[in-house]
């Protein structure tokens, strides 16, 4: 289960501090701490990747 992707969508409280990228073709990343809420990306619902624990 170690190579299992982190996935959550905007709104939800982020479960992991680190970097996260946007799914799809768009190629932005975030750092996030444990316990905000996932932002929207130009004001619209996405859905996160953790790539990176920090």
Sequence with gaps: ME???VI??????CTESGEWEVEGRIST???????EVM??????NVKWILVRKG
């Design 3 to 5: 190579n299992q992707k």
């Design 39 to 44: 932002p929207t990306y130009c004001g619209k």
């Design 29 to 35: 990343v975030v750092y996030l701490s444990k316990g």
């Design 8 to 13: 959550l969508s905007t709104g939800k409280r």
